[in-house]
């Protein structure tokens, strides 16, 4: 693991990075172990923190349409209960949204509102996001991180629709 020595001398880990090889919406996060230092992978930066926020399942809240209309499942993490506000983001909610014109909006504001803590901790001094669409269904989203000391840290996802098919066939 990588380590960073602060200006008083102490030593700190970075998060274990996690990363996607395959990503779908159904691909779990990997890891990976670097057997030069017998030990896992590390990201000192953000990259990890935003993949959590961005990519686990925030609890809806009773207003939100489900996906399913025929689950009350409303997912989230159990520790949340002991958290003031939610780990992760309402990405999931479109999961069986329709590609229309008004899909950027939604996906820049749940992924604005996942990556508030970073604000609030005041690890961001601001957050920008830009959703474009791609492909038939595939979105692209940049998010821009303006750090408070540092310079601007950008990074990309993907979020494919193509994976809703029913019977062969792309359901739309």
């Known amino acids: 693991m990588s380590y960073t020595t602060t200006a008083n001398g102490l030593k700190l880990r970075g998060d274990i990075k996690f990363f996607y090889s395959v990503p779908t919406e159904y691909t779990p996060a990997e890891v990976a172990f670097d057997s030069s230092t017998q030990d896992l992978v590390s990201d000192a930066g953000l990259e990890t923190a935003i993949l959590i926020m961005l990519f686990s399942d925030k609890r809806a809240s009773v207003d939100d349409v489900l996906p399913d209309s025929l689950s009350n499942d409303r997912r989230g993490w159990w520790g949340d209960t002991l958290l003031e506000e939610n780990i992760g983001s309402k990405l999931w909610l479109l999961s069986r949204e329709k590609t229309l014109s008004t899909l950027h909006a939604k996906i820049e504001a749940y992924t604005l509102d996942a990556l508030q803590p970073l604000i609030k901790e005041k690890i961001a001094k601001n957050i ?3 959703v474009t669409r791609v492909g038939s269904y595939i979105y692209k989203t940049s998010v ?12 990309t996802y ?7 098919t ?3 066939s792309n359901a739309i």
């Not at 821009?144 to 000391?149: C, D, E, W």
């Not at 993907?158 to 809703?164: D, H, P, S, T």
């Open 158 to 164: 993907y979020y494919n629709w193509v994976a809703q």
């Open 166 to 168: 029913i019977g062969g």
């Open 144 to 155: 821009k991180i303006t750090r408070s000391v540092e310079q601007d840290v950008l990074f």
């Open 128 to 130: 920008s996001v830009a």
